[in-house]
T-cell receptor, first 113, second 112 residues
Framework: GQQVMQIPQYQHVQEGEDFTTYCNSS?????IQWYKQRPGGHPVFLIQ?????EVKKQKRLTFQFGEAKKNSSLHITATQTTDVGTYFCAGLAGGTSYGKLTFGQGTILTVHP | NAGVTQTPKFRVLKTGQSMTLLCAQD?????MYWYRQDPGMGLRLIHYSVGEGTTAKGEVPDGYNVSRLKKQNFLLGLESAAPSQTSVYFCASSARTPGTQYFGPGTRLLVL
């Protein structure tokens, strides 16, 4: 079945440093979504990418979808302590998938003040 | 709007006991999902529903059953709990596919 691998598993940064997490799928995706989960909380939707090569920005966050629609990345510029949490990518296969997302393992981000 | 709610928030079971987790959404969403979250494994889909009266298996359905008798509710049942089912369970709903999934606060289940 479809697999989505996410690296790194952990990332510790000093406040102000940049952060990137990468997501790779074993199959071509129709779209990819990114979620953030604060410690002790639930996943919250950040963004959805649909087009090949798409780049979207949300303030300090930049999301990219690969040309082959098999990989994606999330980059945070100048991290802040409020960025702490686990970032998940979730891929949606094409066809009749009924919105079934396959989640990556997540990247746990720690930001030291 | 409460969004997606889950009950209970926390539960301890003994091996072999049964229980039902309730998920309710007030957004009139068609699609509902049950996930389990374990350390280092992300979220894995247990079962899902594409509308009232329908259910289907996800990635890890064994040991679980579900029902969606009403559009707003999605129940997850454990007939005979096992320690391997110790996890955090999240319910989610979506208005369309593909679309944003809205997650509930989660249920922490410990099976002894």
């Amino acid at each position: 079945g479809q697999q989505v691998m996410q690296i790194p598993q952990y990332q510790h940064v000093q406040e102000g440093e940049d952060f990137t997490t990468y997501c790779n799928s074993s199959t071509t995706l129709s779209n990819i979504q990114w979620y953030k989960q604060r410690p002790g909380g639930h996943p919250v939707f950040l963004i959805q990418l649909v087009k090949s090569g798409e780049v979207k920005k949300q303030k300090r966050l930049t999301f990219q979808f690969g040309e082959a629609k098999k990989n994606s990345s999330l980059h945070i510029t100048a991290t802040q302590t409020t960025d702490v949490g686990t970032y998940f990518c979730a891929g949606l296969a094409g066809g009749t998938s009924y919105g079934k997302l396959t989640f990556g393992q997540g990247t746990i981000l720690t930001v030291h003040p | 709007n409460a969004g997606v709610t889950q009950t209970p928030k926390f539960r301890v079971l003994k091996t072999g006991q049964s229980m039902t987790l309730l998920c309710a959404q007030d957004m009139n969403h068609e699609y509902m999902y049950w996930y389990r979250q374990d350390p280092g494994m992300g979220l894995r889909l247990i079962h899902y529903s594409v509308g009232e009266g329908t259910t289907a298996k996800g990635e890890v359905p064994d040991g679980y059953n579900v029902s969606r008798l009403k559009k707003q509710n999605f129940l997850l049942g454990l007939e005979s709990a096992a320690p391997s089912q110790t996890s955090v369970y999240f319910c989610a709903s979506s208005a369309r596919t593909p679309g944003t999934q809205y997650f509930g606060p989660g249920t922490r289940l410990l099976v002894l």
